[in-house]
């Protein structure tokens, strides 16, 4: 089994920044694909950013230019940098990651979801 363990939401002014964390722990063989999702009040869960394990990111429209994943393979970490915050923002965000344990299973984890709130 794998725990992801997520950090550093809160509650921010509109302009400000955060940054979140999430640590992979458990039967891991390799991650690939770490990936930020966020869900707003009465609204379908939306992915944010993905990063793959040689490092190629993509970003929804609504974040380009203000949030930047990164990750840390030997950490198992994965990070998001949210600069330039909107009230629109506002969402629990998850990540969500690939592994593959010491038999060569893949499967996909989500974490338990870190609240970030934005106010105007």
């Known amino acids: 089994q794998v725990q992801l363990v997520e950090s550093g939401g809160g509650l921010v002014q509109a302009g400000g920044s955060l940054r979140l964390s999430c640590v992979a722990s458990g039967s891991i063989w390799r991650i690939d694909r770490m990936a930020w999702y966020r869900q707003a009040p009465g609204k379908q869960r939306e992915l944010v950013a993905t990063i793959t394990s040689g490092g190629s990111t993509d970003y929804a429209d609504s974040v380009k230019g203000r949030f930047t994943i990164s990750r840390d393979n030997a950490k198992n970490a994965v990070y998001l940098q949210m600069n330039s915050l909107k009230p629109e923002d506002t969402a629990v965000y998850y990540c969500?990651?690939?592994?593959?344990?010491?038999?060569?299973?893949?499967?996909?984890?989500w974490g338990q979801g870190t609240q970030v709130t934005v106010s105007s």
């Open positions: 969500n990651v690939d592994v593959t344990n010491y038999s060569f299973l893949k499967s996909n984890y």
